[in-house]
């Protein structure tokens, strides 16, 4: 069995309530359809679709999905993306998660987690209840209201600094094609290129297993 790198940070994803279906026309993570008033809006297809269809498409099928969700289908706006990040915030801190990057957008958010104690799935069921409660606190949900599409969201593995580093610019620039500036949150912490920080060991399990995998830089 060939090894693999240890796993260094997770990117991690999830969307607002109702903001991807499992029949979504992009593509989903879901294998099926739990309810029966949106399997008239058309077939699942697991996995992302090749080829996307067009923006109106989109639009046009979650405009159809917003007459048949038992809850309203719901954007966060500025204010409620401040308090989602401030509850985040409070999460990471609470936890003593590292963050390396954070975006909340309308509909989803992306955040980028150094390796941790919880794994993947715990970390993002943390955020969400601490989110939740928060909004709703605030206002800015009926306490009826689910706020977030249930489940794990989607969870990417990365196992070496470079991989790190592109991610998070990934994650400043979604902002930029819907115009809203890039988001500058305080529990970020700029990345010191962990696990290869200054006075890391060279004989650390990550290390090893990189050399003989001759992907340790030089």
């Known amino acids: 069995m060939t090894q693999q790198p240890l796993v260094i940070a997770y990117h991690l994803v999830w969307t607002a309530y109702g903001w991807w279906l499992p029949n979504d026309p992009r593509g989903s993570g879901s294998h099926e359809i739990r309810s029966d008033t949106i399997t008239e809006l058309g077939e699942i297809h697991f996995g992302r679709k090749k080829v996307q269809p067009a923006g109106w498409v989109v639009r046009q099928f979650y405009q159809q999905a917003a007459g048949l969700l038992k809850h309203p289908l719901l954007t966060f706006d500025e204010v ?15 936890e003593r998660y590292t963050c ?3 975006v909340v957008m309308p509909d989803h958010v992306h955040i980028l987690i150094r390796k ?9 069921q943390n955020l969400i209840a601490g989110s939740r409660d ?4 605030a206002g800015h949900r009926e306490p009826e209201h689910p706020v977030w599409t249930n489940g794990a969201g989607w969870k990417v593995f990365l196992d070496h600094p470079d991989d790190v580093h592109r991610t ?11 115009r809203l500036p890039v988001q500058r949150w305080v529990f970020v912490s700029p990345y010191d290129n962990w696990p290869f920080h200054p006075g890391h060991s060279p004989n650390s399990p990550y290390a090893k297993r990189l050399r003989e995998l001759g992907r340790y830089p030089n």
Do not use: D, S, W
Not at 134 to 137: E, M, N, T, Y
């Open 80 to 94: 409620a993306r401040a308090t989602i990040g401030g509850a985040f915030g409070e999460v990471i801190e609470q």
């Open 134 to 137: 928060k909004l709703i606190r």
């Open 116 to 124: 941790h104690k919880h794994p993947a799935e715990e970390m993002i």
């Open 100 to 102: 390396y990057a954070c």
């Open 168 to 178: 998070i610019g990934y994650i400043e620039r979604n902002p930029l094609p819907l």
